[in-house]
């Protein structure tokens, strides 16, 4: 069957003339500041999402951005998916499907996404986005476009920023910096950044916390007088690798069609019968490609969102008010799920109101203004049709990680134990599917403090708390089973740390780091 091609559009209603899938990689934001759409959803039948199961899951990939209409040829997909979906990942199944509960009919399932380079989820789309980067400027020139060269800017409180270097390493047009709070980061994360090699990286250290950070970068990308000089004193343009990249949502619809492919292969589904979905959420990224999976006909009941403390998502869900006023950022053991603001919500903001870039637009304006703003009944019943949503506070979630353990002998990471209690509260008659998103050892502080049962923050008994976060991760390996730490995080302490500067947080001393690394 031919393939048309899918032109995007934006959630603003700013866009003219609809964007290919190679413009909207490149510019990763529209203009006017609202998010890349598909201007409609592909369909797959229920023998086309069965057939995958005979394909490596490169293939998998391949198949389902044909689908999407992406403008490269089938062969280009398949040499381009080979390399993503290789050899850096620690199985060949890339994700696969565990049943810790030995009654596979009856158990709850767990897609563990964590399997690539960083031991993250993140890894799922920051490998494919890169390559389709760098593509998409080889076309863009190809077609007369301007040589320009790339420089992503990413500032980061932990997972994003490693996973972004680890997928731009060497990849040609591009070069990474990537700025992360010198007091804000695990002790494993800031050395898997600091050693990152490849000849196009560059890390900084920057004193204040996240927001400081992330507020600066932002201010950077606003300065076009900035941008002028880069591109014509470096000829590069600045661009983000962040998840309102369409280039990071589709590699994530993927791994949705296919864990339904794979779930039914090993009778945890019967072949058309609906699954529910649990994701631990916190920019509202991997959720929302659920919901996309589910539009293209994948059978999912439903997708629940799985809050930690930060719970504005699972409080808009339930009673259609995003509000942000009077909340306060709370700290948690699953970091990586401590975000207010959620930009990938718009999206389905959009999808929702039937492409209504109007109210969108106005509801986005509130947030900015008032803080919050409240979608009408009707949007709120379309929304809770598809969405469930619960949370978990942090020493319920310390103590989800005992539980699953003693219970299953199944080591989970804090963000994943988010996920499993608000899915054991939401399981009805369906399948459930938990979708597991880092390997225990990233967060192995809190992953002891679950097993020994201490509080959330307390301090680590005197003989550990002297140890590196390597030689913690061994530890807590000991107590539980012996259980694998991935290399990647094991070996961290033997790298050569390349990057040790320090930069004070404001827009200048950000700006003058970039032309001296360029
Ligand atoms: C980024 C991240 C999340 C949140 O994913 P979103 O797509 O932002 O909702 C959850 N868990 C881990 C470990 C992450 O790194």
């Known amino acids: 069957m031919a393939q048309s091609e899918i ?13 290919r899938f190679s413009d909207v990689v490149i510019k990763g934001l529209a203009p006017g500041g609202g998010l890349f759409v598909p201007a409609e959803i592909p369909h797959l039948t229920m023998d ?24 490269f040829t089938p062969e280009k997909l398949d040499a381009l998916f080979d390399r993503i979906y290789g050899k850096q990942f620690d199985t060949p199944e890339i994700c696969p499907i565990i049943c810790p509960i030995s009654d596979v009919a009856d158990g709850m399932h767990v897609l563990e996404l964590w399997h690539g380079p960083t031991s993250a989820f993140k890894d799922m789309a920051l490998q494919a986005l890169p390559v389709f980067f760098s593509a998409s400027v080889e076309k863009q020139r190809a077609e007369g476009g301007p040589d320009t060269h790339y420089l992503i800017a990413v500032a980061t409180s932990g997972d994003t920023g490693k996973a972004a ?20 980061v695990s002790d494993i994360q800031r050395k898997q950044m600091v050693t990152q090699e490849g000849k196009n990286v560059c890390v900084y250290a920057v004193e204040g916390n996240f927001d400081d950070c992330q507020t600066s970068v932002k201010r950077m990308f606003a300065d076009a007088d900035f941008a002028k000089k880069l591109l014509a004193d470096h000829n590069t343009a600045l661009s983000s690798a962040n998840s309102i990249n369409w280039g990071r949502l589709l590699p994530q619809v993927v791994y949705y069609v296919s864990a339904y492919t794979m779930m039914a292969e090993r009778g945890a589904v019967k072949a058309g019968d609906p699954i529910d979905i649990t994701v631990p959420t916190g920019n509202f990224g991997n959720i929302m490609a659920a919901w996309y999976a589910k539009q293209m006909g994948v059978p999912i009941a439903r997708t629940v969102c799985a809050s930690n403390d930060n719970k504005v998502l699972t409080d808009f869900i339930n009673s259609g008010i995003y509000t942000i006023r009077e909340r306060e950022f709370l700290k948690t053991p699953s970091p990586s799920m401590d975000i207010l603001v959620s930009s990938n919500l718009e999206r389905l903001l959009f999808e929702v109101t039937g492409h209504d870039g109007e109210t969108v637009r106005a509801w986005e304006a509130a947030l900015d203004s008032a803080r919050e703003y409240q979608v009408d009944a009707e949007t709120l019943a379309k929304i809770q049709q598809d969405f469930g949503a619960g949370y978990v506070p942090s020493d319920e979630c310390l103590a989800t990680i005992r539980e699953v353990y003693e219970t299953y002998g199944y080591l989970i990471d804090p963000h994943t134990a988010v996920a499993w209690k608000v899915a054991e509260q939401a399981k009805g008659g369906n399948p459930m599917l938990v979708v597991s998103t880092a390997n225990w050892a990233k967060f192995g502080a809190n992953v002891y403090r679950g097993l020994e049962g201490l509080e959330p923050g307390a301090a680590l008994p005197e003989e550990l708390s002297k140890l590196t976060d390597v030689e ?17 995080l094991d070996e961290l302490d033997q790298k050569e740390v390349r990057f040790t500067e320090a930069i004070s947080g404001d827009v200048e001393a950000i700006e003058s780091s970039v032309v001296r690394f360029l």
């Open 165 to 184: 270097l680890q997928g731009f390493a060497d990849v040609d047009h591009t070069s990474i910096v990537v700025y992360y709070p010198r007091d804000g």
């Open 472 to 488: 913690l991760n061994r530890q807590v390996s000991k107590i539980a089973g012996d259980a694998p730490i991935p290399a990647g």
């Open 7 to 19: 032109r995007y559009i934006d959630t603003r209603g700013k866009v003219v003339e609809p964007q």
């Open 48 to 71: 086309e999402i069965l057939g995958l199961a005979k394909l490596p899951y490169a293939r998998r990939a391949s198949f389902v951005y044909q689908r999407f209409g992406v403008d």
